[in-house]
């Protein structure tokens, strides 16, 4: 006997429940409260269907990967916006760019970019303190997009670069496709720079990642053409950069919430000495590590990732046919009381390897995704991260400003809404 569709409600005709996806920031859990970890619900006239918890993210991305497509997921807007690149690509066409993009994201490439993130992170240090008050939001875009382009680029930091930053705030708020018509006009600026950037580089090549992808050949021999290089680049210009600032901004609010976890994080610090940073104390942050954890499950920038269903598959007694969108659910998942106790706590002690309780099933702290596609930039993510950190907590502290709204939006990456407005001075007992 065929089995019944999920639960759910497929909404308004054509529109079906776009608004409230769109606005709601609670739309996935009221559903998953009413009808549990897996629902149906329609989106811009197709039906949909969100799937929750560890094992529901494990079949999604790994076990069960070829029932979805990435292409047929994400909405047109990112194959518009982001042309012809890893995030929307499948099969054969993924496998190889994804391989000839791994070196610049990778071993001695990344240690080499270390000496860059703390160069650039310690010059907005000087400017925030100069600045006394600031949104951190704004602030930490600015530095990751500087960071990024930087070492994918090689460009230098002035109006150039920060032309650029505004561009790409343009084209990100169009991938949602609120604001389309601008965002094309963004992209199309961003290309005409690159293939300027791209040339020169072919004729002079340095250090730079974008120097490391016009080199590099598959295994038949190829390079990548220069559209290919082009939209790769854009690509990793915009990935690098608006996730990273989410998270940062997160990281920055909780530790203002709680003190007691500064205090230990600055502890750690402080033992480590407050010279440059080099990769061998980059290995000895434990309770960071634990801090970044426990952000990454409780505020993951990324709430959830989009597919299309290619082939029909049935999970938890119900049948999804092909042809419908699928979500699996990052924010959720994290929540899910099952996996994680008093989800809606912030402890970083729950990631302390030394509790009985910390090794937890696969595919259960998923902010990066998982499986053969999980994010290529988790480890210069992962690096980044940790410079700054280190860095603001040897040196400095901060308080949060009074009557701003820290409410998280979802769109288009998962941040307070009015984006951390912050108290800024130096640690004088430390400098
Ligand atoms: C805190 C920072 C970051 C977070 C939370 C994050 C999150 C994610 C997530 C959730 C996915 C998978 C989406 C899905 O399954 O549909 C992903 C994929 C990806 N990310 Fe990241 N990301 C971060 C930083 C970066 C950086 C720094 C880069 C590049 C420099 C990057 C490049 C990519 C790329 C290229 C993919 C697609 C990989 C593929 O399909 O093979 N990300 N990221």
Known sequence: MALPLPPGNPGLPILGETLDLLFDPDFARKRYEKYGPIFRTALLGRPAVFLIG???AEFVLSTGMEHFTWREGWPQTFKLLLGRSLFVQEGEEHRRNRKLMMPAFHGPALASYIATMEAITRRYLAKWQTLGEFTWYTEFKQLTFEIASQIFLGSNPGAETDRLSRLFTTLTNGL????LLPALSARQKILHHLTAVIQERQQNPTNDALSLLIQARDEAGDRLSLEEIRDQALLLLFAGHETTTAMLTWICLELARHPDVLQQ???????LGNQEITLEQLGKMPYLEQVFS???????????GFRGVVKPFEFQGYQVPAGWLAQYSILLTHRDPAIYAKPHHFDPERFNPDRPDAK?????LIGFGGGPRICLGLAFAKLELKIILAL???HYTWELLPSQNLEPVLIPTRRPKDGLRVRFSPDYTTL
Do not use: T
């Open 54 to 56: 560890a094992e529901a």
């Open 265 to 271: 994080a600055r502890s750690e610090q402080q033992h």
């Open 360 to 364: 937890r099933q696969p595919f259960s």
């Open 392 to 394: 603001l907590l040897r």
């Open 176 to 179: 949602f496709g609120l604001r």
């Open 294 to 304: 426990e952000i990454e499950r409780l505020h993951p920038p990324v709430a959830g």
